[in-house]
């Protein structure tokens, strides 16, 4: 099968960065691109008409946690004094006394919602560092229907993070101290990875640093090598973990990452906020970002989350600057990567108080080349011969937009997912005209809602104080009643 794209603004590959292409042609055959270019008379046996479009690479989501909503109503619980960045802590740290798994059917319902989400919105590649437990088998069908490109594999730590009955958070070592889990991922990947014509791709994903000890983390780093796969931790992602570092181990995030033989090209560091010489990091010693830098170690930058917290990277540019290779990903709803990389782009703006910083082509780089190098292929995040044609083609002509002078920068600087007209993953159609070619999406909708009302209306029963959703968060005005 021919599939030819034909008229649009192409952002092709120059063999070493970004160039626009205007009324361009992406000729693609079976699941690569054969042509990229100006000529408009090769034969396909269809041909997707791009005039008044913008037609991109895949984005690459390096950060979206196939679950849904429930907890992103919750992270900015109003009821912690001891929240320090908490990030997750404040709605996911279960209560100790009352664990109770959520039920298979809403899990997998999450992993199919969060997985779609991400996709519509044009990431052609997602990396999921973490689901909830379950049905793996289930997940590995989930992705084939979707029809996306994900990285995964369980997730495993060595201590649990809980909640007492008075709120405080503590850590709980597993009896396994974590080895059942590396042991279930590699399993995972050597079954799975490149299922579904290679579209599934295994990825270590030990938890969070402070919850692994080193000894898993060094053998995680010997697994990884082992299996040819890459690894995700997230690291730098609050406070609280930056201080049970520095006092367990008398070192930063990023020094005991490297010391326990984890930090190199294959890895990907989710968040990396608190590196040493961010504002609110009190420690003076060594240089975080120069060991990053000089391991060849991924960042994983999620500014929307953070912004909804109050907080930021210090800063996308200097990280940029300093040599790091910085890829985007959304972690918080919306799971939208083009809006993503506005956030990226304004924020390291404000951080830096650079008007000038963040420029559309760094940020869209990020979202694409530099999330394919934080995976470790060459052959995303670019339109070139020989790359998998995963394609995204955006409408420009709405009055978001307005009239455009350059498309990239009217995508970054006004667009959104929502604009997002055709997919294409492994040269097939899987979103047109903004629907999926695959799935129902009435009847995932009607099941996320119910699925996410049923979490919502029992949380009193896994809080540690017994609160009700609108006693951690109240709704935005009063409900009147009656
Ligand atoms: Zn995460």
């Not at 650079?354 to 470790?376: C, D, E, Q, S």
Request: glycine share 12%; aromatic share 8%.
């Amino acid at each position: 099968m021919k599939i030819k794209i034909q008229g649009g603004h192409v952002v092709g590959w120059s063999g070493s960065h970004h160039e626009l292409i205007p009324n361009g042609t992406v000729l693609i055959e079976g699941n690569t691109i054969s042509y990229v270019g100006t000529d408009s008379t090769l034969q396909a046996d269809r041909t997707i008409d791009a005039a008044g479009k913008v037609v991109c690479p895949g984005f690459i989501n390096l950060h979206v946690h196939s679950q849904l909503n429930v907890g992103d109503y919750l992270i900015g619980d109003v009821t912690k004094k001891d929240y320090l960045s908490a990030n997750w802590f404040v709605f996911g740290a279960p209560a100790k006394e009352k664990m109770t798994p959520q039920p298979p059917q809403g899990v997998a319902i999450g992993r199919k919602f969060a997985l779609f989400s991400a996709l519509k919105n044009g990431a052609t590649t997602i990396l999921d560092p973490g689901s909830g437990p379950g049905d793996f088998e289930g997940y590995v069908e989930t992705v084939g229907q979707i029809g996306a490109r994900v990285f995964f594999s369980p997730a495993y730590r060595s201590s649990d993070i809980l909640t007492d009955p008075e709120g405080k958070h503590c850590y709980e070592p597993r009896p396994d101290r974590g080895r059942n889990g590396l042991e279930a991922a590699a399993d995972f990947i050597r079954k799975y990875h490149g299922a579904h014509q290679g579209r599934l791709q295994g990825i270590l994903c030990p938890a969070q640093a402070e919850t692994c000890e080193p000894s898993l983390l060094k053998e995680t780093a010997a697994a990884a090598k082992e299996l040819g796969v890459g690894i995700h931790i997230h690291a730098g992602g609050n406070l609280r973990e930056f201080i049970e570092i520095v006092y367990n181990y008398r070192k930063s995030i990023v020094e005991y990452l490297a010391d326990a033989g984890i930090l190199g090209p294959q890895t990907v560091l989710g968040h990396m906020v608190y590196a040493a010489g961010h504002s609110r990091v009190d420690y003076p010693f060594g240089d975080e970002l120069k060991l990053i830098a000089d391991a060849g170690a991924s960042v994983g930058h999620c500014p929307h989350k953070y912004a909804k917290m109050a907080l930021a990277m210090e800063s996308f540019d200097r990280y940029v600057e300093r040599g790091i290779n910085v890829g985007l990903g959304t972690d918080t709803y919306p799971l939208d990567i083009v809006a993503e990389m506005r956030y990226a782009s304004l924020i390291s703006r404000l951080v830096d108080r650079k008007y000038h910083g963040a420029r559309p082509a760094a940020v869209f780089n990020a979202a694409t080349i530099g999330g394919a190098r934080a995976l470790g292929r060459e052959d995303l995040g670019r339109l070139s011969v020989g790359a998998m044609a995963d394609v995204v083609v955006v409408d420009l002509r709405t009055t978001r937009y307005g009239p455009v002078r350059d498309p990239v920068t009217a995508l970054v600087e006004y667009g959104c997912g929502a604009d997002v007209e055709t997919v294409l993953v492994n040269g097939e159609v899987v979103i047109e005209q903004g629907r999926s070619t695959r799935i129902d999406e009435a009847e995932l909708w009607a099941q996320a809602e119910a699925t996410a009302k049923r979490a919502w209306d029992n949380w009193a029963n896994r809080d540690w104080a017994g609160r009700k959703a609108d006693e951690i968060i109240p709704p935005a005005f009063p409900v009147r009643s009656g």
